[in-house]
């Protein structure tokens, strides 16, 4: 299976430095499928404008996927997905209104676009398998508006931050939401304990597994702490 790396330099025409922006992100957004309960996949724009290659894909360990196949590699011709024709010029989150039938399956799917210094990469469609599906609880809906605030970080160029990694493979197990209102902390599954750490000037504290944390512009007045459920892969 090819790598970011390998698509961009085969198939797109981003910077040199960009596959390393795009392989922080890949390695820390296993926690975004968990808290989403979504698959989800990279695509990068064809150098010749034709369509888009697949990147990336990561399926959560918190829910069934919606994709069967491995899209890693994969071509999509312009005009053959709406949703992904739209997103590369209009820079927005968006989700389809109606749900994608996918061999029996519904799913519904969202584009987030990841941009970096003002400029557009590549879009995430974030797509989530509806089979079955029943009313959140209140600590699914916790999980649920922090991947939302991740991937708003994503749009806006703040998320992944440019930290110093040892380890590659090591993906986000806490992240922390902070507001003037209340900390919201969230653990995803199979969660390792790791000391904390803080860069500066981007607004975003770090711990040393990944995790993004914004940063408050006071002190919070109530905190809250969100565990969420062991499961098994």
Not at 95 to 123: K, N
Not at 157 to 180: T, Y
Not at 214 to 225: A, C, F, G, L
Request: aromatic letters at 6%; charged letters at 25%.
């Amino acid at each position: 299976m090819p790598s970011v790396k390998d698509v961009v330099k085969g198939h797109t025409e981003l910077d040199d430095d960009d596959p390393a922006w795009l392989q922080l992100l890949v390695a820390d957004w296993q926690i975004i499928a968990d808290l989403s309960f979504a698959d989800l996949v990279l695509w990068l724009p064809d150098r010749e404008g034709h369509g888009y290659w697949g990147g990336a894909q990561m399926r959560p360990t918190t829910a069934p996927t919606a994709f069967v196949d491995d899209l890693v590699g994969s071509f999509v011709p312009e005009g053959r997905r709406a949703l992904l024709d739209s997103a590369f010029p209009e820079r927005r989150i968006a989700r389809e209104g109606d749900p994608e039938w996918r061999d029996d399956v519904p799913v519904r799917v969202e584009t987030i676009p990841v941009m970096r210094e003002g400029r557009l990469l590549g879009v995430i469609a974030r797509s989530t398998n509806l089979l079955g599906i029943r009313p959140p609880s209140r600590l699914e809906l916790s999980y649920l508006q922090t991947a939302s605030d991740l991937t708003r970080m994503i749009s806006l160029g703040r998320f992944p931050q440019p930290v110093e990694r040892r380890d590659w493979s090591a993906s986000p197990r806490v992240v922390v939401m902070v507001s003037s209102a209340r900390t919201r902390r969230v653990s995803s599954p199979m969660r390792v304990p790791t000391p904390s750490r803080r860069t500066a000037g981007s607004g975003c504290s770090v711990t040393s597994s990944g995790s993004a944390t914004p940063r408050s512009r006071r002190s919070s007045s109530r905190h809250r702490q969100v565990r969420s459920p062991r499961v098994s892969p």
